[in-house]
């Protein structure tokens, strides 16, 4: 049987997830928007969703903004803060997501000022660097990660908040991989806004949210309607809210025994991994997501190892999906000081709760089986 080791990259419908959503794709079609009963019994769902995903996050449910998933809402944060303020400076972490990296990029046209913010060689931001970062202008918004989406690094961003506050700065936390895998805190974080998504936590796919603070002044990237405070227009994805919903709630109840069984494989796998010769973990002695691992084997290319794996049938991943096939190495790694030739040879892997022990032995065992290239020997 195939084995799916992609799970940073989306997951798998949970069976339960999508009983909660079959009588919204098949019985009750009312518009949410409309005032009748069939309106009425949508609205119903796509709060009581809310409320549910509030649950997971501690958040308030009126702070929650649907969105199509975690690019949208990471979007709809950077330009919606920054949208009709004078230009001043936005600064964002230099391991982020592209959804993050790209949409903070597309401001410098507009005149903002563009900074990122270092990272060591063991992914963990340049905290005395970061500092004076702040101390050296006005900045507007900070955009961080909780949890890397490869490496798997998590950031503390309460420390985070507390300096992007006391410079009088806004701070967007991408939390789209850490939500459902560690304790997302929204309160206790202190952000401003964060992005959650769906299909990281075995929910749809296309379904995401935006958390946003009442304080927070945000301009809406969609327009022709009222729904969500006005902050994005659209007919309402009820399945799908309701879908998330689900997922946020087994989320919530699950968390612990989710993440003590996708740790076990992680630490199964990198034992194994420290066993094979020439193979080096990325920032493997730092706090990190409990289900992911980056790793390289000198003398093979990435995307080729990944080739070689999925024709024995496992599926990993070489680095973000929203960055495959590209034909580059990780801007993660790079921006953590890895050598070029390094990155190119990343392979992730990213444990899901439906994973078992005897996967991770028959992928160790494949690994030791590879022969080496010898092209890439050379090097």
């Not at 949508?42 to 997971?56: K, P, W």
């Not at 400076?89 to 005149?111: D, F, I, N």
Request: with cysteine; charged share 20%.
């Amino acid at each position: 049987m195939p084995v799916y080791f992609d799970n940073n990259a989306t997951t798998r419908l949970d069976p339960r997830v999508l009983e909660a959503m079959l009588p919204y794709l098949s019985g009750p079609y009312g518009n949410a928007s409309s005032l009748h009963r069939f309106g009425r019994a949508a609205r119903d769902a796509v709060e009581h969703a809310r409320e549910q995903l509030a649950q997971l996050v501690n958040c308030q449910p009126r702070e929650i903004i649907w969105t199509s998933g975690g690019t949208e809402s990471d979007n709809l944060a950077l330009k919606g803060v920054t949208e009709g303020a004078r230009p001043s400076r936005l600064l964002y972490g230099a391991t982020e997501h592209p959804a993050v990296l790209e949409a903070a990029e597309s401001l410098r046209a507009r005149g903002w000022q563009v900074d990122t913010v270092a990272v060591g060689d063991d992914g963990v931001i340049d905290w005395p660097r970061f500092e004076r970062q702040l101390a050296a202008g006005a900045t507007r918004l900070v955009s961080l990660m909780r949890a890397n989406n490869e490496t798997g690094v998590i950031q503390d961003v309460a420390r985070a908040a507390e300096l992007v506050h006391a410079a009088g700065a806004w701070l967007h936390v991408d939390a789209v991989q850490a939500c459902g895998k560690i304790v997302v805190d929204f309160a206790r974080l202190q952000a401003d806004l964060m992005s959650v998504s769906s299909h990281k936590i075995y929910g749809p796919k296309g379904m995401g949210a935006l958390i946003v603070r009442a304080e927070v002044e945000l301009h809406p990237l969609h327009h022709g309607g009222v729904q969500e405070r006005g902050l994005r227009g659209g007919t309402e994805n009820v399945a799908s809210i309701v879908g998330f919903g689900a997922a946020a709630e087994l989320a919530a109840q699950e968390l612990g025994s989710r993440a003590a069984h996708v740790r076990d494989l992680r630490e199964r796998l990198e034992r194994g991994l420290h066993a094979l010769p020439d193979a080096r973990i990325f920032a493997g002695h730092v706090e990190r997501l409990p289900n992911t691992v980056q790793f390289a084997i000198a003398g093979y290319e990435g995307e080729a190892l990944l080739m070689q794996l999925d024709r024995q049938g496992f599926a990993v991943s070489s680095g973000s999906a929203c960055a495959s096939g590209r034909g580059e190495p990780s801007h993660v790694l790079l921006g953590m000081g890895i050598a070029r030739e390094i990155a190119e040879g990343a392979i992730r892997v990213s444990f899901g709760k439906d994973n078992t022990e005897a996967e991770v032995d028959r992928f160790l065992a494949a690994l030791a089986g590879l022969t080496r290239p010898t092209a890439m020997a050379a090097r």
